[in-house]
């Protein structure tokens, strides 16, 4: 059975970094893209970026160079770190696993495995 | 790519049928449109992928359909447990976007 479970601080000052890690059990780091995405307090779903073990980055282009989404290779955890943030930061950040492809090889994306979440409040 | 829903709220009684549409503002590939589903408290989950193959464990009431810019999620009979926020998302272009989602509720 799959699972991740996100850690970090639920409290960060404006300017400063949010850093956060997700823990995966039950399927091999190796060979997945690993997602982050975030849910805005009104709601809203914003996707952040992924990474493939190294080998395959993406990030959202509004996010710019703020964002970094780093895989540990020697243990099963994947991180996120968001620099420079400001309130409008503030929302609950999901990490998912991204499967690629279908059973026969097109490419279907899509979020089959998520974390519970964890509220990250930018805030003095 | 940005993604319109409709309608914004859906008011129906358990039993009914439920038609959620997706909009974008440019054509996307079949292959490149999912359905989320997300109850209070909870990730969202996934029901739908490359616009009607239902992901695994999802039931059969739950259909995906369209292609271009039109997409749809039907749900044929509403069960008390389907109540909640359904999302779209998009991964055809290099800035992946969800939908603002539709909110199914109880009449």
């Known amino acids: 059975q799959v699972q991740l479970q996100e850690s970090g601080p639920g409290l960060v000052k404006p300017s400063q970094t949010l850093s956060l890690t997700c823990t995966v059990s039950g399927a091999s780091i190796r060979d997945y893209r690993w997602t982050w995405i975030r849910q805005f307090p009104g709601k809203g779903l914003e996707w952040i970026g992924y990474?493939?073990?190294?080998?395959?980055?993406l990030y959202n282009p509004s996010l710019g160079s703020r964002v970094d989404i780093s895989v540990d290779k020697s243990k099963s955890q994947f991180s996120l770190t968001l620099t420079s943030v400001t309130a409008a930061d503030t929302a609950i950040y999901y990490c998912?696993?991204?499967?690629?492809?279908?059973?026969?090889?097109?490419?279907?994306?899509?979020?089959?495995?998520w974390g519970q979440g964890a509220l990250v409040t930018v805030a003095s | 790519i940005v993604l319109t829903q409709s309608p914004g709220t859906l008011s129906l009684s358990p039993g009914e049928g439920a038609t959620l549409y997706c909009t974008a503002s440019?054509?996307?590939?079949?292959?490149?449109l999912a359905w989320y589903q997300q109850k209070p408290g909870q990730a969202p989950r996934l029901l739908v992928y490359?616009?009607?193959t239902r992901a695994t464990g999802i039931p059969d009431r739950f259909r995906g359909s369209g292609s271009g810019t039109d997409f749809t999620l039907t749900i044929t009979r509403l069960e008390p447990e389907d109540f909640a926020v359904y999302y779209c998302?998009?991964?055809?272009?290099?800035?992946?976007?969800f939908g603002p989602g539709t909110q199914v509720e109880i009449k």
């Open positions: 998912a696993r991204l499967e690629y492809y279908d059973s026969s090889g097109r490419r279907r994306p899509r979020f089959d495995y």
């Open positions: 490359g616009a009607s």
């Open positions: 998302h998009q991964s055809e272009s290099s800035s992946w976007t």
């Open positions: 440019q054509d996307v590939s079949a292959g490149y």
């Open positions: 990474n493939h073990y190294g080998q395959n980055i």
